[in-house]
């Protein structure tokens, strides 16, 4: 669903990705949370604001425009933690999302997109992962409260073994690192911290049969918390210098242990609501090759 929103993300082409590519790794960064120094409104500047000395953002949606905001920096490899609110009421036609991206055509890209409903019906929270331009990985997910009601955190965590998508420290999804099988994986491309809040009445809520309802605007998201365990791209130093040092940042070697693979196994026992990995319709001549693997 990546796709759907590309107008909005104020992506560039594979040329600026190249460039970029020959730039080099600075030492493991922590953002302190405050927004003023860590993001950058990307579109919809007017719909977006920074409020509370930088501790909180909200981004807004109306019939003119919604908005969006990207990180700072670039990372490669990193624990990406963000607390939001979603939009409370009737939030249908609407798309809430937290992502990693990369540039390009062959972009790699990790997915969180909370697609809005009727009030009183659950969110449905949608997740990917994209590899040299393709995705098409999708679970999605109910959650296990109302995150209209408070802040949550929603958690990637990104190092050379897996993905690990995480909400309020408990993880929902893991995709590993499969390359020995011929799998590609996110390992080359620096990516940046996006989120936007934008409509999609033609496809987020029931494939589009239930539509924004505009008297209910302006939508609002919240954000807070924003926290980067991560190697920041740039220049100052070698790739080595932070991306081969575990010591320094436990996150590059973390991973699940007998509790975190019996937490995933709950989440997706009992609020999973779609899995590529199991839509035989989709896939009349064979599930994808990590589908067996992961």
């Not at 210098?241 to 590059?252: D, E, F, G, V, Y």
């Not at 007998?258 to 995933?264: A, C, L």
Request: proline share 5%; charged share 15%.
């Amino acid at each position: 669903m990546a796709s759907l929103e590309a107008t909005h993300r104020g992506g560039g082409g594979g040329v600026a990705a190249f460039i970029l590519l020959l730039t080099t790794l600075s030492a493991a960064g922590i953002a302190a949370g405050n927004f003023n120094n860590e993001i950058g409104f990307n579109w919809g500047q007017d719909h977006g604001k920074i409020l509370e000395n930088g501790q909180l953002l909200t981004l807004s949606l109306d019939r003119a425009s919604g908005s969006g905001f990207r990180s700072t920096n670039q990372y490669m490899y990193g624990k990406i933690d963000m607390k939001i609110k979603l939009v409370p009421g009737n939030s249908a036609g609407t798309v809430t999302t937290y992502y990693l991206s990369s540039l390009g055509s062959t972009h790699d890209e990790i997915d969180f997109e909370f697609l809005g409903n009727l009030s009183g019906d659950p969110y449905v929270l949608h997740t990917n992962v994209f590899t040299q331009g393709k995705g098409g990985r999708e679970q999605q997910f109910y959650l296990w409260f109302d995150p209209t009601k408070d802040f949550h955190t929603y958690s990637i965590l990104w190092n050379p073994q897996s993905i690990i998508f995480s909400v309020d420290g408990t993880p929902i999804r893991q995709f590993k690192n499969m390359e020995a099988s011929g799998i590609p994986f996110p390992k080359d491309q620096p990516m940046w911290m996006y989120s936007s809040l934008w409509d999609a009445e033609d496809w987020a809520t029931r494939g589009g049969l239930v539509k924004t309802d505009w008297s209910q605007a302006p939508f609002i998201a919240s954000y807070r918390n924003y926290s980067a365990q991560a190697c920041v791209y740039g220049s100052a130093s070698s790739t080595s210098s932070c991306t081969q040092n575990p010591s320094a940042n436990p996150w590059l070697s973390q991973s699940l242990d007998i509790s975190g693979q019996q937490r995933i196994q709950w989440v997706q026992k009992n609020y999973m609501i779609y899995n590529y990995c199991t839509d035989a319709k989709r896939f009349p001549q064979g599930f994808p090759p990590e589908c067996s693997l992961n």
